[in-house]
C-alpha cells in the first residue's frame, strides 16, 4: 500500500476521531485511517459545504457515524474522503493507489449519487401528498439503491445526511427546512428499509424537530413532565421482573427502552389517539437464552399485569416478512398504568438491532405494503448482509457478496422533465417511449441518451436521461417484434406493438369488406342505400360489421341482393350450429356453418371465454379452434385462407378450460411449495409443472383448469404476491 501523505500530525480534535475511528481495527488497518485523514485535511483546507459546514470538519463527523454502525475501514476511510472527486487531482488513479480499488469505488459512488440531488430536492420540494408524486418519491429512494454497486455507498450517504443535520442544529432557515423534508421522504425510509435503526430515528427525530418544532416541543414536554414519574414505573418494573424471572429460573437481560418523539407523534396521528393511550411510551425489553424462555417470560408478565384486548402479536411463531421476530404485548397494571414489553432471544434481538428487522412494510402506507417481489427479496438480501458480516472471516468475500446482492433487476432513467421511469436491465430506448405513452412509441423514429443520438435497440443503464424523437403519424415497425433484433424488451411496448398490427390487420379487412359490398351495391344500382339498415337487416349490429363479415365471406352477395329488395325472397335456412360439450355437458363452443363437426380446442394457445376465437378446418380432426391472435393460427390461415371458420363461446355455466401460466421468480428453497400453497388456497387444479433454472432465476411453466378471465386475473394477482416472483402471465 502507498502511504499518501508523509508527516501528518494531527491536531488535538483529529487526534480523538482517530481513536474513534481505529477502534476495533487491526495495526495495519489504523494506519490506512491516519493516512485518509492526512490526505483529507490536505485536500479540503478550509473549504466549506454549501451548508457551511467545513468539508473536513463534515468528513470526520461522517466517518465517525460509519463507524458506529460497525462497518470496515474501507467504509470508513471513504467517508473521510467523500469530498475527495472535487478537491483531489487524478483521483480515481490516487485513491487506488493509496487505498484500493474498493476505497475508489466507494467514493466514486458517492459522487455519482451525488448527481441525483436536484432529483431528490424536486421530490421535497414538492411533498408527498399527491399520488404520482408518492409513486415518484418511492421510485426515486429505489432509484437510489439501484445506482450503486456496493451498498455500502448508501450507508455512507445516510450518514453524510445525520451529519449535516446535526450541524443545522443551531441554523434555523430555508435550506434546513428543505433537508429536513428530504430527509423525512427519501434518506430516513432508505434507513428504514435498510434496518439502520439509530440512523432512521435520529434522521426522523431531527427532521421532525426543524419542520414541526411547536409539536416536536409539546411531546417532548409531555415526556418530560411524567419522565420521574414514568422512569420509576420502568424501574419498578424491572426489579419486579427480574425477581420473577429469577425465581423462575430464566437468565434474563431486561431494560426500560427508549422512545423517540417522531415516532409518539406518528403513532398518535397514524391511530388518532391522545399521548395517553400510546401505549408503549412506557417500554420494557427482555433479552432471554432461548425461544422457550421467552414464552415462560411472556406468561410471566401476563400473570403480573392485566393484558390489553388486541395488543399481543407474536412474530415468533409468526415471523414478519423481513424476518423480524419477537413477542410484543401491552399489560396494564392495577392503576391503569400501561406498559409495553418486547421479548426476544439474545439472537431475534442482534438481528432485529443490526437491521434485518425493519419494519418498513408494515409501516409505510400505499399499495406496496403488501406487495412483495424480486425488489423486496434484494432488500431482505441486503439485510442479511448487514447481520452477518462478522460472520465472515475473509473481508473480500464479504465485499463479492455486496457486489452480488446489487440490485441489478431493475434500471432508473429520466424524462428531460426529471420524472424517474424504472424499467426492467435491458430495456431500450423504444421500451421507454412505450412506457411514456402508447402513441409515443408507435411514432417513435429516433432517441438521444444523455444528449448523444443512440441506436433504439441500445440497452439502457441507471441513471440516463432518454429523450424520444417522433413523426407526427406513422405506426411500429415489423423488426421492432423480431426478438433478434433487441427492440423490445418489456412485454408490455410487445404487446402494444402487435395490438397496433392487430387493428391494421382488421381495418384492411374493413377496407376489402367495404369493397365488396360497395360493387355489389353498385351492380345492383343501388349505391345511395342506407348501410346501417341493411346491416339491421342482416342481424348485425353496424355497417363495418357487415364490411368485416362481407370480407370473411360470413355474409355472401345473395344475401345483400335479398335485403335490399327487402327480403321478398325467401333467404336459405340458417346453417345448422354445432356445438362441443364440456365434461360437465355444457356448451362451450359454437361453430357456425357446419353440421355436426367435431371441434376441438386448439393446444397451443388455449383459449378460454371471452377469447376472441376463430375456427381452422383440419385434415381428420374436425375443426381446431384458436384465439384471434394465436401465431399458429395465423400461419395456417395464411397457407390456407379457405379453412378458416367463424367461432364463438356458447354458454359456459360450469365449464373449465385448460391454461398456460408463466413464471418467473428468484430461485430459493420453499418457492414451488409456496406457489403450489397459492394455487391450492384459490382451488385451481393443476394438470402439468414443468420448471427450470438458470442464473438464479426460476423460469416455471404451470398448466390450469380455469373457467374464464376473471378467475385468470384472481390466479395471476394471488401468484405475484408470492415472495420472489418477478413476473406471472398467460402464455
Not at 465517525?64 to 462497518?71: F, H, M
Not at 420521574?228 to 419498578?236: C, K, L, M
Not at 360470413?554 to 354445432?578: F, T
Not at 383459449?607 to 399458429?632: L, Q, W, Y
Request: with cysteine; proline share 3%.
Amino acid at each position: 500500500m502507498v502511504s499518501v501523505v508523509h508527516s501528518f500530525q494531527p491536531s488535538s480534535d483529529e487526534a480523538d476521531v482517530l481513536s474513534r475511528l481505529r477502534h476495533g481495527l487491526p495495526a495495519d488497518a489504523a494506519a490506512r485511517t491516519g493516512e485518509a485523514l492526512a490526505l483529507a485535511r490536505e485536500a479540503y483546507g478550509e473549504q466549506v459545504l454549501g451548508t457551511g459546514e467545513s468539508v473536513l470538519q463534515h468528513a470526520m463527523g461522517m466517518a465517525l457515524i460509519v463507524a458506529s454502525l460497525d462497518l470496515d475501514v474501507d467504509a470508513r476511510i471513504a467517508a473521510l474522503l467523500f469530498a475527495a472527486s472535487d478537491h483531489v487531482e487524478d483521483c480515481g488513479e490516487r485513491l487506488k493507489a493509496g487505498f484500493g480499488d474498493t476505497v475508489a469505488g466507494l467514493v466514486t459512488g458517492l459522487h455519482r449519487l451525488g448527481s441525483l440531488r436536484p432529483l431528490t430536492r424536486a421530490a421535497a420540494g414538492a411533498g408527498e401528498g399527491a399520488t404520482e408524486m408518492r409513486a415518484q418519491t418511492e421510485i426515486l429512494r429505489k432509484m437510489l439503491l439501484a445506482m450503486v454497486d456496493d451498498i455500502r455507498v448508501v450507508l455512507l450517504r445516510l450518514a453524510s445526511r445525520v451529519q449535516t443535520l446535526r450541524f443545522l442544529s443551531e441554523r434555523p432557515g430555508a435550506e434546513r427546512d428543505e433537508m429536513a423534508r428530504e430527509s423525512l421522504l427519501i434518506y430516513a425510509p432508505l434507513g428504514n428499509r435498510l434496518g439502520i435503526w439509530h440512523v432512521k430515528w435520529e434522521l426522523e427525530d431531527l427532521a421532525f424537530r426543524y419542520l414541526e418544532p411547536e409539536t416536536y416541543k409539546r411531546i417532548a414536554r409531555m415526556l418530560d413532565e411524567k419522565r420521574s414519574e414514568r422512569e420509576g414505573f420502568i424501574d419498578a418494573a424491572v426489579t419486579r421482573l427480574q425477581k420473577e424471572m429469577a425465581a423462575a429460573g430464566i437468565r434474563a437481560e431486561i431494560y426500560g427502552r427508549p422512545k423517540h418523539i417522531f415516532s409518539i407523534w406518528n403513532k398518535m396521528r397514524g391511530k388518532d389517539i391522545d399521548f395517553e393511550k400510546v401505549y408503549d411510551v412506557r417500554a420494557v425489553r427482555i433479552i432471554v437464552d432461548e425461544i422457550k424462555d421467552c414464552y415462560t417470560a411472556l406468561g410471566i408478565v401476563h400473570h403480573l399485569w392485566q393484558p390489553i384486548r388486541g395488543e399481543f402479536d407474536d412474530y415468533i411463531s409468526h415471523p414478519k416478512g423481513n424476518f423480524y421476530r419477537s413477542l410484543h404485548t401491552a399489560v396494564e397494571d392495577e392503576n391503569g398504568r400501561s406498559l409495553e414489553v418486547q421479548i426476544r432471544t439474545r439472537e431475534m434481538h442482534e438481528h432485529a438491532e443490526l437491521g434485518v428487522a425493519a419494519h418498513w412494510r408494515y409501516k409505510e402506507s400505499g399499495s406496496s405494503v403488501k406487495a412483495r417481489g424480486a425488489y423486496e427479496d434484494k432488500i431482505s438480501w441486503l439485510r442479511q448482509l448487514l447481520s452477518w458480516r462478522d460472520e465472515i472471516a475473509d473481508s473480500a468475500e464479504w465485499v463479492q457478496q455486496f457486489k452480488r446482492a446489487a440490485l441489478d433487476d431493475t434500471i432508473y432513467v429520466l424524462t428531460p422533465q426529471d420524472k424517474v421511469i424504472d424499467l426492467p436491465r435491458g430495456a431500450t430506448p423504444l421500451d421507454f417511449a412505450y412506457r411514456l405513452h402508447t402513441d409515443i412509441g408507435h411514432r417513435c423514429r429516433g432517441a438521444k441518451v444523455d444528449g448523444h443520438m443512440v441506436p433504439l435497440n441500445t440497452p439502457l443503464a441507471n441513471g440516463q436521461r432518454v429523450e424520444i424523437s417522433t413523426i407526427k403519424s406513422g405506426g411500429p415497425s415489423r423488426d421492432w417484434l423480431n426478438p433478434a433484433q433487441g427492440y423490445l424488451v418489456t412485454s408490455r411496448a410487445r404487446s402494444k406493438a402487435k395490438q397496433w398490427f392487430a387493428a391494421q390487420d382488421e381495418a384492411e379487412m374493413l377496407a376489402q369488406g367495404r369493397a365488396l359490398v360497395t360493387r355489389e351495391l353498385q351492380r345492383e344500382g343501388q349505391s345511395q342505400a342506407n348501410l346501417e339498415e341493411l346491416a339491421v337487416k342482416l342481424g348485425l349490429k353496424s355497417a363495418d360489421a357487415l364490411f368485416l363479415a362481407a370480407a370473411r365471406g360470413e355474409v355472401g352477395m345473395r344475401a345483400i341482393d335479398v335485403a335490399l329488395r327487402g327480403g321478398a325472397e325467401e333467404l336459405p335456412p340458417e346453417p345448422e350450429i354445432q356445438t362441443r360439450k364440456s365434461k360437465a355437458g355444457d356448451s362451450r363452443i359454437l361453430v357456425v356453418g357446419v353440421d355436426k363437426l367435431l371441434t376441438q380446442v386448439g393446444k397451443c394457445c388455449k383459449p378460454m371465454p371471452p377469447d376472441a376465437i376463430t375456427g381452422f378446418v383440419t385434415r381428420g380432426k374436425g375443426i381446431s379452434i384458436h384465439r384471434v391472435e394465436c401465431i399458429n393460427f395465423r400461419n395456417m390461415a395464411a397457407r390456407n385462407p379457405e379453412r378458416v371458420i367463424s367461432a364463438e363461446w356458447g354458454a359456459q355455466s360450469g365449464a373449465v378450460y385448460p391454461v398456460d401460466l408463466l413464471v418467473d421468480a428468484g430461485d430459493r428453497q420453499g418457492l414451488l411449495r409456496d406457489i403450489s400453497d397459492i394455487l391450492s388456497r384459490e382451488k385451481i387444479n393443476v394438470t402439468a409443472v414443468k420448471t427450470q433454472s438458470r442464473a438464479g432465476v426460476a423460469h416455471m411453466s404451470f398448466t390450469v383448469e380455469l373457467s374464464g378471465t376473471a378467475a385468470l386475473q384472481k390466479a395471476l394477482s394471488a401468484l405475484r404476491e408470492v415472495p420472489g416472483v418477478i413476473t406471472a402471465q398467460r402464455r
